[in-house]
């Protein structure tokens, strides 16, 4: 049981999306509604939570969730439409599902161009408001804002960067690269055959394989590098100022030690298919992730604990 005197994550979603006035709604693994923020009741015109209610019932046809169609621990971004009194509203969602719960952010309307310049400016005046606000809070409330941005920003399980972090950062890296010309290698990690270690020896020895490879990739990283979880068992690696042909090195290098490692528990050797790529002039973030990506797939193809370079 978690302590109800004090508990961080549950005063940080009753007090931050009280600003945000976005829609947030606890479930059960039954899709059932355990909890709910005041804003979805009010644009729902609901006077109370209608616990037991499926989410379903708010969902467009196009937007029906299936709790176990979700991966644990992987936060998501998706749009769903939501029927309130008769209107399907598209919203940008951020669904996470931890253990037998999943949470869901709406956490703005998918709109038009001149739709959205006028909600960020209002986005703009309710975050100056927020700032003003948090100077006059107590330690109680810092604290839980920081875990926010630890939550949003951090792996749930690895403590590597999240997807959405090594994103935004990644938008950073190419922006300096298309100003000074300073290489950029992009490698995409996927652990070979991941789903034999969870059915042979369960979800939490397939956790600690996670955990440590994440250890011994951030041990190779340097402080100007970034590595984050991109998927269930895939990792992404930005190295800046490291060309293609570094870049296939440092996956080698890589690669060897992960053949090497022990974990207890587990027999079978840990292997890992690397793909590498240089960013190119011509490149957007997603075109040089989808080359790695088809990179590591060519060494799955060619018989796994391989690194491919395109």
């Given at each position: 049981?978690?302590?109800?005197?004090?508990?961080?994550?549950?005063?940080?979603?009753?007090?931050?999306?009280?600003?945000?006035?976005?829609?947030?709604?606890?479930?059960?693994?039954?899709?059932?509604?355990?909890?709910?923020?005041?804003?979805?009741?009010?644009?729902?015109?609901?006077?109370?939570?209608?616990?037991?209610?499926?989410?379903?019932?708010?969902?467009?046809?196009?937007?029906?969730l299936n709790f176990h169609e979700?991966?644990?621990?992987?936060?998501?971004?998706?749009?769903?439409?939501?029927?309130?009194?008769?209107?399907?509203?598209?919203?940008?969602?951020?669904?996470?599902?931890?253990?037998?719960?999943?949470?869901?952010?709406?956490?703005?309307?998918?709109?038009?161009?001149?739709?959205?310049?006028?909600?960020?400016?209002?986005?703009?005046?309710?975050?100056?408001?927020?700032?003003?606000?948090?100077?006059?809070?107590?330690?109680?409330?810092?604290?839980?804002?920081?875990?926010?941005?630890?939550?949003?920003?951090?792996?749930?399980?690895?403590?590597?960067?999240?997807?959405?972090?090594?994103?935004?950062?990644?938008?950073?890296?190419?922006?300096?690269?298309?100003?000074?010309?300073?290489?950029?290698?992009?490698?995409?990690?996927?652990?070979?055959?991941?789903?034999?270690?969870?059915?042979?020896?369960?979800?939490?020895?397939?956790?600690?394989?996670?955990?440590?490879?994440?250890?011994?990739?951030?041990?190779?990283?340097?402080?100007?590098?970034?590595?984050?979880?991109?998927?269930?068992?895939?990792?992404?690696?930005?190295?800046?100022?490291?060309?293609?042909?570094?870049?296939?090195?440092?996956?080698?290098?890589?690669?060897?030690?992960?053949?090497?490692?022990?974990?207890?528990?587990?027999?079978?050797?840990?292997?890992?298919?690397?793909?590498?790529?240089?960013?190119?002039?011509?490149?957007?973030?997603?075109?040089?992730?989808?080359r790695a990506d088809e990179a590591?797939?060519?060494?799955?193809?060619?018989?796994?604990?391989?690194?491919?370079?395109?």
């Open positions: 049981m978690r302590n109800k005197q004090f508990d961080t994550e549950q005063l940080l979603v009753e007090y931050y999306y009280r600003y945000f006035k976005n829609l947030v709604i606890l479930c059960d693994e039954k899709m059932q509604l355990i909890w709910c923020n005041s804003e979805f009741l009010r644009i729902s015109n609901l006077e109370k939570m209608p616990g037991g209610a499926s989410i379903n019932k708010f969902l467009g046809s196009a937007s029906q979700l991966e644990s621990n992987i936060d998501r971004n998706m749009v769903l439409e939501f029927s309130f009194q008769g209107r399907l509203i598209p919203y940008n969602c951020i669904i996470l599902r931890r253990q037998d719960q999943l949470l869901i952010v709406a956490e703005d309307k998918v709109m038009s161009d001149p739709g959205a310049m006028e909600h960020i400016g209002r986005v703009n005046s309710e975050m100056a408001n927020m700032t003003r606000e948090l100077k006059k809070q107590s330690m109680a409330l810092e604290k839980a804002y920081a875990k926010i941005s630890e939550l949003i920003t951090t792996d749930y399980l690895t403590g590597l960067a999240s997807r959405k972090c090594i994103n935004d950062n990644f938008s950073k890296a190419t922006s300096y690269f298309k100003r000074t010309g300073a290489p950029l290698s992009i490698i995409m990690a996927d652990l070979d055959l991941f789903k034999q270690v969870n059915d042979k020896y369960g979800h939490l020895m397939g956790d600690k394989v996670l955990v440590r490879v994440a250890k011994l990739i951030k041990k190779f990283m340097r402080g100007e590098d970034l590595v984050g979880r991109f998927g269930g068992e895939e990792f992404l690696i930005i190295l800046v100022g490291t060309d293609k042909d570094g870049g296939e090195i440092f996956a080698e290098r890589l690669r060897e030690k992960i053949e090497l490692m022990k974990i207890a528990g587990v027999p079978q050797k840990v292997t890992m298919s690397f793909g590498v790529t240089g960013f190119l002039p011509s490149d957007t973030t997603d075109s040089a992730v989808k590591m797939y060519m060494a799955k193809n060619q018989g796994r604990n391989k690194v491919v370079v395109l």
